[in-house]
């Protein structure tokens, strides 16, 4: 079964870039397709992109200005930055895993990133 | 974007009753929709897919019914470990995703 961890600083100073990673397990990175989700503390979810091993991505027309993701085959991680970060990024970050046109199947546990100075 | 709203936002139900959760969509997601389950500090759970289909090792009592814009999932005998967070979320834009603002199951 593939399991998913999400790893990164847990503090972000606004306007500062928030950088995660995603170390997948259990699985290549290579069959699959990934995306990241943020939960904001009791909110709902939202999704903010996706990745193909092959480097294809879609991202969130609301957070697009922003977001970058990418992979690295090599260490079986994919990574999350968001720029110009402010309060309203505090959230719970998920990176997710799905077998490509279907609902995200696999979870990480999730991270809180806070946005503080 | 297609807009995911969910009624009621909280919902009262003693164990053993039947809860009935809805799902509408601001336009037709044909049958590409996803129920999640969710508990406090947990990643969500895939309970349903494809409006209708369990995901594995998903108990029977949960069922997801509907297409188009109009759906609902229903879990026939509440147990104490189903009090939780519900999502809807519709893939037929796959892979843009977007997700109903969840309905609470509480217990009453």
């Known amino acids: 079964q593939v399991q998913l961890q999400e790893s990164g600083p847990g503090l972000v100073k606004p306007s500062e870039t928030l950088s995660l990673t995603c170390t997948v397990s259990?699985?290549?990175?290579?069959?699959?397709?990934w995306s990241w989700i943020r939960q904001p503390p009791g909110k709902g979810l939202e999704w903010i992109g996706y990745i193909y091993y092959s480097g294809s991505t879609n991202y969130n027309p609301s957070l697009k200005s922003r977001v970058t993701i990418s992979v690295d085959t090599s260490k079986n991680q994919f990574s999350l930055k968001l720029s110009s970060v402010t309060a309203a990024d505090t959230a719970v970050y998920y990176c997710?895993?799905?077998?490509?046109?279907?609902?995200?199947?696999?979870w990480g546990q999730g991270t809180l990133v806070t946005v503080s100075s | 974007e297609i807009v995911m709203t969910q009624s009621p936002a909280t919902l009262s139900v003693s164990p053993g009753e039947r809860a009935t959760l809805s799902c509408r969509a601001s336009q037709s997601v044909s049958s590409n929709l996803a129920w999640y389950q969710q508990k406090p500090g947990q990643a969500p759970r895939l309970l349903i897919y494809g409006a209708s289909t369990r995901a594995t090792g998903i108990p029977a009592r949960f069922s997801g019914s509907g297409s188009g814009t109009e759906f609902t999932l229903t879990i026939s005998s509440l147990q104490s470990e189903d009090f939780a967070v519900y999502y809807c979320?519709?893939?037929?834009?796959?892979?843009?995703?977007?997700f109903g603002g969840g309905t609470k199951v509480e217990i009453k």
């Open positions: 997710a895993m799905d077998y490509g046109g279907n609902p995200p199947l696999y």
């Open positions: 259990g699985g290549s990175i290579s069959s699959y397709y």
């Open positions: 979320q519709q893939y037929n834009n796959w892979p843009s995703l977007t």
